[in-house]
């Protein structure tokens, strides 16, 4: 058992949030918002010369080699920092690819998600919003040596500037009847459109209206897509835990730092106890979270995940987080109620990132079932 | 970063299992901090813990020397863990002696001190158990205003005062005091000293404080000129606040491990009983308000958990856990709440029953919970005073008061 960061872990954090402190100030996040695209090509292909699009795979694939828990300290500080852009919908596609991909795809797709020439999304929940295998309308038919695919999903982040997709559809019935398909993302038939959404962070409806795509674009086996959706869940649900987390720890240190500073009645607001209480819940349960997080990342690490431990988290931290930012809110006062100020752009990635990955209630029914329920 | 416990701990905590399944009632599945009030509670504490000596787990932390066997502190929260879930009574035999008198008495007590309290301690024996007088009535969480009074005669000090809330004085051979030996000292926790008083001493009165429920837990205990020799004085003279403050800290951070394991075994019984048990016509484990209910409490569940593991971790690396206990005490006590407000709720019906009649369900132990946790949550610091020690020491507030 051992709390502490190995010294690469450290250097990775601290890299990450000078760079993030000094490419993408808030400032940066407000405009990002703003743009059409969502996020900014030159920082992105710095974050490759970095070594983060394929911080995971392994060198040959044009990769450093690192844990899955290293990519989850770098989503930590994605989060904390608050990072526009396709980060993380490329790596939730990129996973499955290192771990259902023949050499081939890996060979073809993985060094140039490395290099920063391919942005990836995962297109797989439809208009009933739910993660579940039942809910995916989305066809695949196949003729000629090519599948035709049909149908539309919602809350795609990324689609609008995505170079591929990742797809389940439905092959046949049931659990067994869902494939993940890599489709190029300027396909004939495929049709973006922007969600207006209060994170304001680019999530799309994706539209495929007779999609052809070659069977060896399947990845993983035919009817086998749920299974990669699960892999995909339990990584990817840490992953923005991560985030989550990093955006947690944030909204606590400047509410902080604000309670010492903003004097009223003649002290600082942090010597009164109904916030100083406030300020301890917060902090007690967003380092909660972040333990929650290491356990769940280093267990996939080395290759033992535990689901009940992924669900723990995943059903816990937007809880945290709403919390937080609503406590964060309420000590800033008026002030924090404002557009200038940070605290909102946190509070308005809550949702976002309760959404993503299965919410709240989908968790706690899987952590039920781990516990026998 | 590594969260797996070594093999060592592996083998103490099926050792304890198997220990556990042995000796221990089978309706004893949780740590109730009550077994001093019933006598054939305590007797049956006091038996145990005379076999916990005789493992060598009772105070497996201390050196050789005075009974432990110098076990890691790793070794120690596996330790709590398992008590906890097993609900092993005696662990503490009212727990100041174990908890805190011991590991005082090593970090600023003498050689004579130690050499004399810390083998009894050890052995389990009904002579090894303390209390401990901390609370008065006008000195509660607002602790340095003590005024039990230690006057300097001679080779002695005569004690004169009243200390209340004191649990297992009915049944301590010792009382680990606090007392102001300084009164005109310029700040009050300037002139505390602790003392440590048989409890046979002529001038000790006990009387019980039952609690709202009948269950004899703490007294108040009077001390008409009781006389003390002066080589009983613990530290140095007026230097107890600062000694006290590492105690409290030992004496919080002991406590989350077997809060911990407590919290799991409630959950895995809670689990049993939701699927044993039919409410409209179907089981109780498929309401899902039941189901969401009990998967928040197990989050909650391993982030203590992990808590404990870190204030752990950081006794390994020499770090005195301040905050860390702290957080434990307060995160712990809140789950506890809300896992009795569970069980309760789950029980429905049978949740009013008396625990100890011919109605109750789960050996009544839910009941006994829910009467309990607004006692444990205001003992050794209430959650308030948690969570100022919290805002000065960890996020570096103001002082609130």
């Known amino acids: 058992m051992d709390f502490k960061l190995s010294e690469d872990q450290e250097m990775l954090r601290s890299l990450a949030r000078d760079f993030l402190t000094k490419e993408c100030p808030k400032a940066k996040v407000r405009e990002l918002e703003a743009d059409e695209k969502g996020y900014d090509p030159q920082m992105w292909e710095r974050m490759a010369g970095l070594g983060w699009l394929g911080l995971v795979f392994p060198e040959n694939y044009g990769g450093t080699g690192a844990t899955f828990l290293d990519l989850v300290l770098l989503m930590e500080e994605i989060g904390r920092n608050i990072l526009p852009g396709p980060f993380f919908s490329t790596a939730t596609c990129a996973l499955p690819i290192l771990e259902y991909g023949d050499e081939e795809l890996k060979a073809k797709f993985l060094p140039q998600i490395a290099k920063g020439a391919a942005i990836w999304t995962l297109a797989l929940i439809e208009t009933l919003g739910g993660y579940e295998a039942s809910e995916i309308r989305t066809s695949a038919r196949i003729g000629d040596g090519q599948y035709v695919i049909e149908g539309t999903k919602l809350f795609v982040p990324n689609a609008n500037i995505a170079s591929h997709l990742l797809i389940a559809a439905q092959t046949g019935e049931g659990d067994k009847g869902i494939t993940m398909f890599i489709v190029d993302a300027h396909s004939l038939g495929v049709e973006v459109e922007v969600i207006p959404t209060i994170a304001e962070d680019k999530q799309c409806q994706v539209t495929f209206t007779k999609v052809k795509v070659p069977e060896g674009n399947v990845l993983g086996n035919v009817g086998g897509g749920w299974d990669i959706v699960e892999f995909i869940l339990d990584r990817a649900a840490i992953l923005k835990c991560a985030e989550v987390c990093g955006g947690c720890q944030a909204v606590v240190e400047m509410t902080n730092a604000y309670a010492k500073d903003r004097v009223q009645f003649d002290k600082p607001i942090g010597s009164f106890q109904a916030i100083q209480h406030r300020l301890v819940d917060m902090f007690v349960n967003v380092e909660g979270l972040q333990y929650l997080v290491y356990q769940a990342a280093w267990e996939i690490s080395v290759g033992s995940p535990s689901k009940l431990h992924i669900s723990l988290v995943k059903a816990k931290a937007s809880e945290v987080y709403q919390q937080a930012c609503l406590d964060a809110i309420r000590i800033h006062g008026a002030t924090g109620f404002t557009k200038e100020h940070d605290v909102g752009l946190y509070f308005r990635r809550v949702k976002a990132s309760e959404f993503a990955m299965g919410d709240t209630d989908l968790w706690r029914e899987r952590v039920a079932v781990e516990l026998g329920l | ?401």
């Open chain 2, 1 to 401: 970063m590594d969260f797996k416990l070594g093999e060592k701990e592996g083998v103490l905590r099926r050792a304890i299992r198997e220990f556990a399944q042995k000796e221990i009632p089978s309706e004893h599945f949780c740590l109730l901090l009550e077994e001093e009030s019933r006598d054939e509670d305590w007797e049956l504490a006091m038996s145990t813990s005379k076999k916990l000596a005789q493992k060598g787990w009772l105070v497996m932390a201390w050196p050789k020397e005075y009974g432990g066997r110098a076990a890691s502190y790793w070794e120690q929260m596996v330790y709590g863990e398992e008590c906890g879930y097993w609900g092993i009574p005696g662990i503490s035999m009212g727990i100041s002696g174990v908890a805190w008198v011991g590991p005082s008495l090593m970090q600023f007590g003498n050689e004579e001190q130690r050499k004399k309290y810390l083998p009894v301690i050890a052995s389990g024996e009904p002579d090894g158990v303390w209390c401990t007088g901390y609370s008065e009535p006008n000195a509660g969480s607002d602790f340095a205003n003590i005024q039990t009074r230690a006057i300097r005669d001679g080779d002695e000090y005569v004690i004169n005062g009243q200390k209340v809330w004191t649990s297992c004085a009915h049944r301590a051979r010792w009382c680990w005091l606090a007392v102001k030996t300084d009164p005109n000292a310029p700040k009050k926790h300037h002139g505390i000293s602790i003392f440590i008083v048989d409890m046979k001493s002529p001038g000790i009165t006990v009387n019980p404080l039952l609690n709202y429920y009948g269950v004899h837990i703490f007294n108040e205990v009077f001390f008409d000129n009781v006389r003390v020799s002066a080589s009983n004085l613990v530290g140095e003279e007026n230097k107890g606040w600062y000694h006290l403050m590492q105690s409290l800290a030992s004496e919080r951070h002991s406590i989350g491990p077997a809060l911990y394991g407590s919290v799991r075994r409630l959950l895995e019984e809670l689990v049993d009983y939701a699927k044993e048990t039919q409410h409209d016509g179907k089981p109780l484990c498929q309401n899902p308000v039941v189901r969401h209910m009990l998967a928040d409490a197990a989050a909650e569940a391993e982030m203590l958990k992990l808590f404990n593991y870190q204030t752990t971790w950081e006794l390994t690396q020499g770090i005195i856990p301040i905050y860390g206990s702290s957080r434990n005490k307060a995160f712990g006590d809140q789950l506890l709440e809300r896992i009795s407000i569970i069980g309760m709720k789950l029980m429905g019906a049978y949740s009013q029953v008396d625990p100890y009649s011919k109605w109750t369900k789960l050996h009544g132990i839910i009941q006994r919970l829910y009467l309990l946790f607004p006692g444990i949550s205001i003992a050794a610091g209430t959650d308030e005073i948690e969570k100022n020690v919290i805002g000065q020491f960890k996020l570096g507030l103001p002082k609130s008061y």
